[in-house]
């Protein structure tokens, strides 16, 4: 799996329900004759995982299921709930069922305030999850945890249907039973989201964290007349300054939203760049009014490889791609 187009900075690492109630010999599960064993196998590298996630910046996200032994709103259920199919009622509240396993229980309180507390299988369902990875400014998601087949599932389907972009971790996701897994993996991988190994994960980490450049954040153009760009600019496409000091050699500048910058200085020296491009509502109405302000065209209004397009000159022969993109 490639999982290059990701960012780190917008990423958290989702570890589900790593409680003993579903992964202790001892827990629920356990005494209700599930085979723990295979659910535990994957803590070492689930460890590792989230030691470099912490090590890196990356947030980890621990959920937490809890259940009460008397449950009104289960108990109005004319077909029997999960819960009523096993020894006893799983991670009630405040029991050690319901605490993490020994092997993760430091790790799960590096952050207490990344610790989510849910009452059913998924992590969004009447949580404050999304408000939290909201605040994170979260855009992709590294599920782990357990059990494949309700919790983690649950949580890979609920966070691909609000768009996240989801990576499931099959060496740190573990069901109940493996035939359960292979059928959970090949849907997962066709419908919801993507899968990587720990070690793919651990690798993109690495490659996220060397020394690259991130994305664009601006193009200064020197410009002859700095108030003729600034009509340009702000008048006829619509730009928005935003505030800014002089440059440090006492030269004007000015920077828009939009991602370029104006100073003064040019255009003597030869050209660094052959266009920008910049999407655009209403391109042939902004056309329209380039026209009557006598722009110079390069191209008129045409169907370019993004949608309709037109490519003008600014004040200093700058050439400018406008477009449109397609529905």
């Not at 621990?62 to 009622?89: G, L, M, N, P, S």
């Not at 300054?241 to 939203?257: C, S, T």
């Not at 110079?296 to 370019?304: E, K, N, P, S």
């Amino acid at each position: 799996m490639d999982l290059g187009a990701l960012e780190l900075k917008s990423s958290a690492l989702i570890v589900i329900d790593m409680q003993n109630a579903f992964v202790h010999e001892r827990g629920t599960l356990g005494v209700s004759g599930v085979d723990t064993g295979r659910l535990a196998a994957i803590v070492p590298a689930l460890k590792r995982l989230i030691e470099r996630c912490n090590a890196a910046g990356i947030p980890v996200i621990w959920t937490v299921q809890e259940h009460f032994q008397a449950d009104a709103v289960r108990a109005r259920k004319k077909i029997e709930a999960h819960t009523a199919k096993r020894k006893q009622v799983s991670a009630l509240a405040g029991s050690w069922d319901a605490a993490v396993i020994d092997e993760l229980k430091e790790l799960s309180g590096f952050n207490p305030a990344l610790v989510v507390r849910k009452h059913r299988f998924g992590a969004f369902y009447q949580t404050r999850l999304e408000q939290v990875l909201r605040m994170l400014g979260t855009q992709t998601l590294f599920v782990t945890g357990t059990t494949t087949n309700a919790c983690v599932e649950t949580t890979i389907r609920d966070g691909y249907l609000r768009d996240y972009d989801v990576v499931a971790v099959t060496d740190c996701i573990s069901g109940v039973k493996e035939e359960w897994e292979r059928a959970a993996l090949e849907v997962w991988s066709r419908y919801f989201c993507a899968l990587a190994s720990s070690g793919e994960v651990a690798a993109w980490i690495d490659a996220q964290r060397r020394p690259r450049a991130l994305g664009f954040a601006h193009m200064l153009l020197q410009v002859a007349d700095l108030d003729a760009s600034r009509h340009f600019y702000v008048d006829l496409l619509g730009f928005s300054e935003r505030q800014a000091k002089p440059l440090a050699d006492g030269r004007p500048f000015v920077p828009f939203h939009q991602g370029i910058a104006l100073t003064t200085g040019g255009p003597g020296k030869p050209l660094q760049i052959d266009h920008m491009a910049f999407r655009v509502r209403d391109v042939a109405g902004l056309a329209e009014r380039l026209r009557q302000a006598k722009v110079r065209f390069f191209q008129d209004l045409h169907d370019g490889i993004y949608g309709r397009t037109v490519y003008v000159a600014d004040p200093d022969g700058n050439k400018v791609e406008l477009y449109e993109e397609a529905a």
